[in-house]
C-alpha cells in the first residue's frame, strides 16, 4: 500500500482537496465493486434491492454515494489544514476511478465472475 | 400532436438533464483549461478573490443537473424500462423484455443498459467534486499544479461517463422507446 507522507508546510494546504479527490476516486470503485458483486451474487443483489421497481441498482447506487461521503468526511476532518505529498494522492485516486470505470464496464464484470 | 407523459418524462430525463449536464461537463473542461493560464493563476492567487457570481451559479447549476439526471434514471425511467411483461403482453410497452425476446437485440440490455445504469453515477459524483474543489478550493487550485491536473482529468473522466451513459441511453430508446401512460396533447392536430 503507498504511504502519503506529509511534505513541508505549504502557504495554502492541499488536504482539503486531496481528501476530496481520494474519496471521489474511493466512491467510483466501490459503485464498480458493488454492481460486480451484485451482479455474481444473488443474496448480495436481493440484500441491495433497496427499491423494488428499480432492482439492485438501487442499493449499488445508495451504497456506494454513502460510502463516498463518509469516506469523504472522514478524509477531509484528518487532513484538514494539513499538506500532502499530492502525486501520491491523485495516483491513488485516479487508479480507484479507473478500476471503478472499468468494473461497470460489462465485459470486465463478466470476466471477473467467470463468464 | 400528442406524446405520452413516460415519453415526456424521457424526454426530460435525457435531453434536459442528462444533455445540459453533458454540455455543462464540457463547459467546465473548457473553463478549468482557460484557468490553467499563468497569468491568470497569478491574478487570481494575487487578488485572493471568490469564484465569481456566474461560476458559482454555473457549477452549482452543472451539479445539479446531473444528480436530477441519474435520479430520474434510476427511479422514474429505469422501472418503466425494466417492468416485467405478464405473459402475452404487448412487448412495446416492456422495453428490457422486448429487447431480450431476440438474440439480435439482446445486447442492446445486456451490454448496453447494463453499463449505462452504472456509469452514469460516476458522472455527478466526480462533478461535485469538481465543483466543490473550485468553488471552495480556489487557493489551492491557484497554488498547486498537481491539484489542477487532477481537477482537470476528473471533469474529463465524468464527460466520458455522462457521454457513455447518454449515448447508449439515447440508442437504447430508439431501439425500444419507454412509453405508455396518459396522452398530453402538445398542439392542435393540424391538416
Known amino acids: 500500500m503507498t504511504e502519503i507522507k506529509l511534505v513541508p508546510p505549504n502557504p495554502v494546504a492541499n488536504g482539503p482537496v486531496a481528501a476530496a479527490v481520494l474519496?471521489?476516486?474511493?466512491?467510483?470503485?466501490?459503485?464498480?465493486a458493488l454492481a460486480v458483486a451484485a451482479d455474481g451474487s444473488r443474496s448480495l443483489a436481493a440484500a441491495l434491492n433497496f427499491y423494488n421497481p428499480t432492482g439492485p441498482l438501487s442499493g449499488?447506487?445508495?451504497?456506494?454515494?454513502?460510502?463516498?461521503?463518509?469516506?469523504?468526511?472522514?478524509?477531509?476532518?484528518?487532513?484538514r489544514n494539513?499538506?500532502?505529498?499530492?502525486?501520491?494522492v491523485s495516483a491513488l485516486a485516479f487508479l480507484l476511478l479507473a478500476l471503478g470505470l472499468l468494473l461497470t464496464f460489462p465485459p470486465c464484470g463478466d470476466l471477473m465472475l467467470g463468464r | 400532436m400528442e406524446i405520452t407523459q413516460r415519453e415526456l418524462v424521457t424526454m426530460i430525463h435525457g435531453m434536459l438533464f442528462g444533455g445540459f449536464f453533458l454540455l455543462?461537463?464540457?463547459?467546465?473542461?473548457?473553463?478549468?483549461?482557460?484557468?490553467?493560464?499563468?497569468?491568470?493563476?497569478?491574478?487570481?492567487?494575487?487578488?485572493?478573490?471568490?469564484?465569481?457570481?456566474?461560476?458559482t451559479i454555473y457549477l452549482i447549476a452543472m451539479v445539479t443537473l446531473g444528480w436530477a439526471a441519474v435520479i430520474s434514471g434510476a427511479y422514474i425511467i429505469y422501472p418503466w424500462y425494466r417492468a416485467i411483461a405478464p405473459p402475452g403482453?404487448?412487448?412495446?410497452?416492456?422495453?428490457?423484455?422486448?429487447?431480450?425476446a431476440h438474440p439480435t437485440t439482446a445486447g442492446w440490455h445486456n451490454f448496453g443498459m447494463e453499463w449505462k445504469e452504472h456509469v452514469a453515477w460516476i458522472a455527478p459524483m466526480a462533478g461535485t467534486m469538481v465543483a466543490w474543489v473550485m468553488l471552495r478550493h480556489r487557493?489551492?487550485?491557484?497554488?498547486?499544479?498537481?491539484?489542477?491536473?487532477?481537477?482537470?482529468?476528473?471533469?474529463?473522466?465524468?464527460?466520458?461517463?455522462?457521454?457513455?451513459?447518454g449515448g447508449w441511453g439515447a440508442m437504447i430508446n430508439k431501439k425500444a422507446p419507454v412509453q405508455g401512460g396518459q396522452s398530453i396533447q402538445l398542439m392542435g392536430s393540424t391538416r
Open chain 1, 23 to 32: 474519496a471521489c476516486g474511493f466512491g467510483c470503485f466501490a459503485l464498480g
Open chain 1, 60 to 79: 449499488v447506487a445508495t451504497v456506494a454515494i454513502a460510502l463516498w461521503l463518509v469516506c469523504w468526511a472522514l478524509l477531509a476532518a484528518r487532513w
Open chain 1, 82 to 88: 494539513k499538506t500532502l505529498a499530492f502525486g501520491k
Open chain 2, 24 to 55: 455543462a461537463l464540457f463547459g467546465a473542461l473548457v473553463l478549468l483549461l482557460d484557468r490553467f493560464n499563468p497569468d491568470r493563476i497569478a491574478a487570481d492567487a494575487a487578488s485572493m478573490k471568490p469564484a465569481p457570481r456566474w461560476q
Open chain 2, 89 to 100: 403482453a404487448d412487448l412495446a410497452l416492456y422495453p428490457k423484455f422486448l429487447l431480450t
Open chain 2, 139 to 165: 487557493a489551492a487550485w491557484n497554488a498547486h499544479r498537481s491539484v489542477r491536473s487532477t481537477v482537470l482529468g476528473f471533469v474529463a473522466a465524468a464527460f466520458l461517463a455522462a457521454a457513455i451513459a
